[in-house]
């Protein structure tokens, strides 16, 4: 069907046999069978590129980075050309009037028909002036551009969760977009996102017609269902217990567990593991740095410190290890016990020979 | 004043196992626990054992032997003997208030004497009940840390899994920690009072907790 996302995917130069092999991918990152391979090819082959807004707010653009970015021309490379974006502050051929407009005309003209994806948390304090666009707060344009949608995104942890902008002492009380317009908001967590499991689930919502099964935090299960630490590769190293002590020591070029170096693999939540990042080149901890659990609420604060296992004890100093401070104070209550102990035993003596004393009388 | 002494059987069996299989899991758990969470043992490469992982086996069976065994506790507080119950931990009765308040004076070195209590003092029933509150604080923690490892499971949501939704998995971690040595400082006041009333008292309170008798004085 002509203007389909086949044929614009044709057009942009890729073949038949890539098309299929990005189809097979997909379905591999969704965690289906390999017999739902042709339903997905028919769902591009028939279905015109749905309509996507895209928003940023307080954020770094680094989602929309990763999406752009390919080192290497391949399927990766047209993965925004599955949707139509009819609005992208950064990429957009429009600007000024012209750009609000655009959107103007998209969330009217094809409202409950477009899928709208957002990018960055949303200011709410003082009536959220800290973020404006076009003339108008963030917090109005996301309420008013998610009452149309028929699906809406967040994609990075500051829309998912509020992210660096709603890390502590979140001067402008940012929050995620499902705290903002409530209701059902599909979670791609990250920092920032992986493109391949926003792709999914575009693939997923057009061959299906609904969103993947989703956990507590609104994250499609098929990507973050599973502990990053149980499908690290260097997880037989944790198992033997051969860790990385210090940066550049013998473990660490022998590619141990960086779980000493404070890595968050084990309390993370996303598929790093087994579809990388950059056309499945690599990720942080093959790379060689500690994973810093991007894709889990108030990471910059839940994770932090992010090159120590432990967290500190609040209220004590930010290097206050509990385990130091329960030490001390384990010997301070032995010390304090072997006194009580003395000054008992002096008593008795005392009370010993008073009554020796009496006895004599 | 003549005195003879008659010995009384307080702590039933299941008290007695209860306290003795706590005592060796919290051993067990804080030694493999202090692996978990630091890995002091610098294993060379090449070497194919696998100390991480059996650590972690040893701290999850522990924790499942602690946990089975403080509700056994817990259940205990309900049909074992009268110093079993709950009502020895909770001071309910003003009397029970009066020893609590006589014990604290007593150790303060504010009191000669020392309360006659058969079963716990008033102040030791406290602090069981505190720990007791620790324990399953760190069963809780313990099941919340274990559920986001393996994925899920009825077992691992209804003892610890709701934490996750409260607090971040640091957070827990870092609790699981502090209140091990909670216990820990308990540990080292428990042993204490109980060798300083077995001797003040010579009622014979630490041989109590192997044969479950305790001996008292018969005032004439």
């Known amino acids: 069907m002509a203007g389909s996302i086949y044929h614009h995917l044709l057009s942009r130069g890729v073949t038949r046999r890539d098309f299929l092999k990005f189809c097979s991918a997909t379905a591999a990152t969704l965690g289906l069978s390999s017999s739902m391979v042709p339903q997905i090819a028919e769902a591009l082959e028939k279905k015109e590129r749905p309509s996507v807004v895209w928003l940023h707010f307080q954020e770094c653009t680094g989602d929309s980075e990763s999406v752009l970015r390919a080192s290497k021309p391949s399927i990766a490379k047209v993965i925004l050309d599955i949707v139509s974006l009819d609005y992208h502050e950064t990429i957009m051929a429009p600007s000024g009037h012209a750009a609000e407009k655009s959107l103007h005309d998209t969330i009217t003209k094809k409202k409950g028909k477009y899928i709208a994806v957002y990018e960055g948390a949303v200011p709410t304090k003082d009536g959220g002036i800290y973020c404006f666009v076009g003339g108008k707060k963030s917090i109005d344009t996301c309420k008013e551009v998610a009452a149309g949608a028929m699906a809406n995104i967040a994609v990075g942890n500051c829309a998912c969760f509020g992210g660096v902008p709603a890390a502590k002492p979140n001067p402008t009380e940012a929050k995620g977009i499902r705290d903002i317009i409530g209701g059902t908001v599909l979670n791609i967590p990250g920092c920032p996102m992986n493109p391949e499991n926003f792709t999914a689930v575009v693939v997923h919502f057009l061959t299906f017609g609904s969103l993947p099964a989703l956990d507590s935090l609104g994250r499609p299960l098929f990507a973050y269902g599973k502990l990053i630490h149980n499908n690290c590769e260097r997880r037989p190293h944790f198992d033997q217990g051969q860790f990385v002590r210090q940066w550049g020591d013998q473990g660490h070029r022998l590619g141990w567990c960086l779980y000493e170096m404070g890595c968050k693999g084990p309390m993370a939540f996303q598929n790093c593991p087994t579809i990388r990042w950059n056309e499945g080149t690599s990720w942080p901890v093959q790379a060689g740095h500690p994973c810093i659990a991007c894709a889990t609420p108030d990471n910059w604060d839940a994770a932090y410190p992010f090159y120590q296992r432990m967290k500190a004890v609040p209220g004590v100093g930010w290097q206050a290890n509990a385990d130091k401070i329960g030490l001390g104070v384990a010997a301070a209550t032995a010390a304090a016990v072997a006194a009580h102990g003395a000054i008992r035993a002096a008593k008795r003596r005392k009370e010993c020979s008073k009554s020796e004393d009496e006895g004599h009388e | ?220």
């Open chain 2, 1 to 220: 004043m003549a005195t003879t002494t008659h010995r009384e059987y307080i702590w039933e069996l299941p008290v007695r196992i209860t306290h003795w299989v706590n005592a060796l899991s919290i051993l067990t758990l804080s030694v493999t626990g202090f692996y978990i969470g630091a890995p002091f043992l610098g294993i060379p490469a090449g070497d194919d054992v696998l100390p991480m992982a059996m650590m972690r086996f040893i701290h999850f069976v522990a924790g499942y032997i602690f946990t089975a065994s403080v509700l056994f506790r817990v259940y205990w507080w309900f049909v074992g003997n009268q110093y079993a119950r709950l009502n020895q931990f909770i001071p309910t009765t003003w009397g029970r208030v009066q020893n609590t308040v006589q014990c604290a004076l007593f150790y303060g070195f504010m009191e000669d004497e020392i309360p006659h209590s058969p079963g716990h003092t008033g102040m030791a029933g406290l602090s069981y009940i505190v720990v007791f509150m620790l324990f399953l604080f760190e069963v809780a923690s313990g099941f919340a840390l274990l559920h986001m490892a393996n994925g899920g499971g009825i077992i691992y949501a209804i003892g610890g899994g709701w934490m996750l939704d409260i607090l971040s998995a640091g957070t827990i971690r870092m609790l699981h920690h502090v209140f091990m040595w909670c216990i820990w400082i308990f540990v080292i006041i428990h042993v204490y009072i109980s060798w300083h009333n077995d001797i003040i008292e010579r009622n014979g309170l630490i041989s109590s907790i192997f044969s479950g008798y305790k001996f008292f004085g018969d005032h004439h």
